[in-house]
């Protein structure tokens, strides 16, 4: 058996996002597009003795139990009760606390890697189970591409590959807490949502442009009225050319979409200067994200 393995974990964009109401156990249910780009964090697992050992190049995020990838360790060994431990390293190429599911997807990354590292032969709804227990974006990230995602998120049907987008990601110096987000949210301050059906045929169709016009976020309602920035980022990346902005998830990042590659990266260069944490992405595409095993 094999004593260590890397892995990548993307992040993720809501291409849609609306919320059909608010449920008894206090969780919003949703219909939502995620969609997984090339930002990726990287993730290395050693077993260890005993213990689970969370290290990072990054100073942002918690390195005990508070982080989600230490959870995902913590639940898997346990149900498994597996013996020994896991030294876990990650680069953090992702913003923290930005919408963009790094926390959920670098949880998903320690589910996957444990998985086969331990060769615990768990199946991919097996994992989504587990990884619901720990929050309503892991089973989209386990499951990767593009889904639609219902329930309280957890509930994941897969699209097929539509168009390959390129976005421009802007994430301002600061975060915004997704439970009050969610708390604060009013259907009746909302005066635009998206429309699933139209969006989805856009999307089997790979029209990029259709895509565009329907991509929306129910949630800019509450986060543009705590932080009204956010509207100017989506402003200025569209004075820029952009043929689409929106927040993804509870914000703050604002995602833009280009026509190209090119026009991504210039883009990023432009608001580069105001805003450090700007990224050109665009979707990922199907390779094995596990890329070395020794
Ligand atoms: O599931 P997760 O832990 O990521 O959710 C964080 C918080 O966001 C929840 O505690 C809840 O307050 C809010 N939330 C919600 N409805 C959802 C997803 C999250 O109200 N569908």
Not at 169 to 191: C, D, G, I, M, W
Request: hydrophobic share 45%.
């Amino acid at each position: 058996m094999s004593n260590q393995i890397s892995i990548l974990a993307p992040a993720k964009i809501n291409l849609t996002l609306d919320v059909l109401g608010k449920r008894s156990d206090g969780y919003h249910e949703l219909a939502t597009v995620m969609h997984q780009v090339d930002l990726c964090d990287r993730i290395h697992i050693q077993r260890i003795e005993a213990g689970i050992v969370l290290d990072s190049d990054s100073r942002e995020m918690p390195l005990d139990r508070e982080n989600l990838a230490v959870q995902a360790a913590a639940l898997l060994l346990e149900r498994f009760r597996s013996g020994g431990g896991v030294h876990i390293f990650i680069e953090k190429k992702i913003p923290v606390g930005a919408g963009l599911a790094g926390g959920s997807t670098d949880a998903a990354a320690v589910l996957t890697a444990l998985n086969q590292l331990l060769d615990l032969g768990c199946s991919l709804e097996e994992l989504q189970l587990m990884g619901a227990e720990l929050g309503s974006d892991i089973p989209f990230c386990l499951a990767g591409g593009t889904a639609l995602c219902t329930g309280r998120g957890e509930i994941v049907q897969p699209l097929a590959p539509g168009p390959r987008l390129h976005f421009l990601l802007v994430k301002p110096p600061y975060s915004l807490s997704t439970a009050r987000v969610y708390q604060n949210y009013r259907p009746e301050r909302v005066f635009s949502r998206p429309r699933l059906e139209p969006f989805i045929s856009a999307w089997q169709r790979c029209d990029m442009m259709e895509v565009a016009r329907q991509m929306g976020n129910v949630l800019e309602s509450v986060s543009i009225e705590m932080k009204p920035e956010i509207q100017a980022i989506k402003d200025q990346a569209l004075a820029l050319g952009a043929i689409a902005a929106i927040m993804s998830g509870s914000g703050p990042t604002v995602a833009a979409l280009f026509p190209g590659a090119e026009e991504a990266r210039e883009a990023a260069v432009r608001m580069g200067k105001q805003y450090c944490q700007c990224y050109a992405v665009c979707s990922l595409t199907g390779e094995s994200l596990v890329e070395r095993q020794s």
